[in-house]
């Protein structure tokens, strides 16, 4: 297990960094997150077609990269930082590591190289009205019909689900309850019968869409009945990468609230100069360095394939959902009364931070899956 980032590493997250300063300021996020699409076709053309960041984890057999978790943990991590408006966290991390994870090496072979050259923008749609994203909550029935399969119900919360031109759709079997009962499934995003519905949530950064199956063709992917395994799979890895991301958010924040702190003054002295202020940011630093290093070290455990992963993804999960938020909090209260208006940024990142915490499971729930995985 490696606990430190290489050189290649570091230059790859200085390069990303540089790109995404440059495109996506605070000005650009404002500006896409009143938009309908939420996402710059341009850039979204630059990140995958110039950087390749659309094909990072996917092998090079598929048209992609060939790297580990802990370099798409990296892309994600920057981009969390930079409150990047676009879809790769629906169309890189969730639907392609569902395709890999579960996919036959023909499917894999037709699907994954227009998602890594970021020319098919896919999403994965498992949570439906109750909001649960565990199996237990998948209600949407599949049945066979004319030789190919037909999916009926609703799926709630997708991410980039209105833009979105291929979903990946975990469905039961008429009549099964088990997770023997779970497939996935592809359906093309304008096939008849299916309808979406873009989402209002308090993240205009981060767009939902609800979409609704009505008796919609849908191509089996995988097995039939073996989705559960390559589904908890995949919300690991997701999991794994929403808490990176969450914890560049959380270092953003953090390196803001000290610069205000050190630029605002009061009864002639600088605020952060007070002893109040000190103890904050100090715990501030604290919280955000143990979300790191639990985030890291889920990333890492991916990529060796530790038989804790899950339970480690849950951890990561957990704490850099606490980390973010309550660091979000806490540069709002040093910035004061301007933190709490619009003209000020840090309400960006406070939506962002609490949107993040309660997408694929909130806190509590990640921790009662920790205890469940280690039999506690």
């Not at 994965?124 to 190919?148: D, H, N, R």
């Not at 291929?166 to 304008?190: I, K, N, P, Y």
């Not at 008849?192 to 989402?199: D, H, P, Y």
């Not at 990468?241 to 002639?268: D, K, P, T």
Request: with cysteine; charged share 25%.
């Amino acid at each position: 297990m490696k606990f430190s980032f290489t050189d290649e590493q570091q230059e790859f997250r200085s390069v990303l960094r540089r790109f995404l300063e440059d495109k996506s300021p605070t000005t650009e996020v404002r500006r896409l997150m009143e938009t309908e699409e939420g996402c710059d076709a341009e850039v979204w053309q630059q990140l995958s077609k110039e950087l390749g960041l659309t094909a990072i984890h996917i092998p090079e057999s598929y048209g992609g990269q060939g790297f580990g978790i802990g370099e798409l943990a990296i892309a994600v991590e920057e981009m969390g930082r930079a409150l990047l408006c676009a879809p790769y966290f629906a169309s890189t991390v969730m639907a392609a590591t569902a395709i890999l994870k579960s996919g036959s090496e023909d499917q894999k072979q037709h699907l994954l190289p227009d998602i890594a050259a970021g020319e098919t923008i896919a999403t994965l749609a498992i949570a439906e009205e109750s909001g649960v994203w565990s199996p237990g909550g998948v209600a949407m029935t599949a049945k066979q019909a004319g030789g190919g399969y037909r999916i009926n119900g609703v799926k709630s919360f997708v991410l980039d689900g209105h833009t979105a031109d291929l979903a990946v759709v975990v469905a039961r079997r008429e009549g099964s309850s088990g997770d023997d009962g779970l497939s996935f499934f592809t359906v093309a995003c304008g096939a008849a019968g299916f309808e979406r519905t873009s989402l209002e949530s308090m993240d205009p950064t981060r767009k939902l869409a609800r979409l609704s199956f009505e008796d919609v063709e849908a191509s089996l992917l995988g097995e039939e009945g073996g989705a559960a395994g390559p589904l908890g799979e995949t919300l690991d890895v997701a999991a794994i990468c929403l808490a990176n991301e969450m914890v560049g958010g959380a270092e953003r924040l953090r390196e803001s609230a000290v610069e205000y702190a050190n630029m605002r003054v009061q009864f002639g002295r600088a605020i952060g100069s007070f002893q109040s202020l000190k103890h904050k940011l100090a715990d501030m630093l604290l919280e955000v360095e143990l979300a790191k290093s639990a985030a890291y070290y889920a990333a890492a455990a991916a990529d060796e394939n530790n038989d804790d992963v899950s339970a480690i993804a849950s951890l990561a999960k957990a704490a850099a959902a606490d980390a973010y938020m309550q660091t979000a909090v806490h540069t709002v209260q040093i910035h004061g009364g301007i933190g709490f208006t619009w003209d000020n940024d840090t309400h960006l990142w406070f939506k962002r931070a609490k949107s993040s915490e309660v997408f694929l499971g909130g806190a509590a729930y990640h921790r009662e899956r920790l205890m469940q995985e280690w039999n506690v």
